[in-house]
């Protein structure tokens, strides 16, 4: 698996109480699925800070809140 650091694009998937409950672990399956791993490094993480607009990730650094797997799918081809 090559180092986080290397990887140009992030993708962390929040799995708080406030977004699991959201099915946000979808989000994370998805993210899996269609993210190429030379290019992207996807993980699960903590509380982002905007539980109540969940489920939520953060993409580069940013947070973006209330994200379906459809829109998972358009994040990852709009950095292609
Ligand atoms: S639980 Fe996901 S932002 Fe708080």
């Known amino acids: 698996m090559a180092d986080a650091a290397a990887k140009p694009h992030s993708l962390r998937v929040c799995v ?3 977004c699991s ?3 946000s ?3 994370l399956t998805e993210a899996e699925d269609v993210a190429p791993s030379a290019e ?3 993980a699960a ?3 982002l ?3 109540e607009d969940g489920p939520n990730v953060s993409v ?3 947070v973006v809140v209330d994200v379906s797997p459809e829109a998972v799918r358009r994040i990852v081809s709009d950095r292609r």
């Open 49 to 51: 800070g905007s539980c």
């Open 45 to 47: 993480c903590g509380c």
């Open 40 to 42: 992207w490094h996807v």
């Open 21 to 23: 409950m959201r099915f």
């Open 25 to 27: 672990y979808d989000l």
């Open 60 to 62: 580069d650094g940013q």
């Open 16 to 18: 708080g109480s406030g």
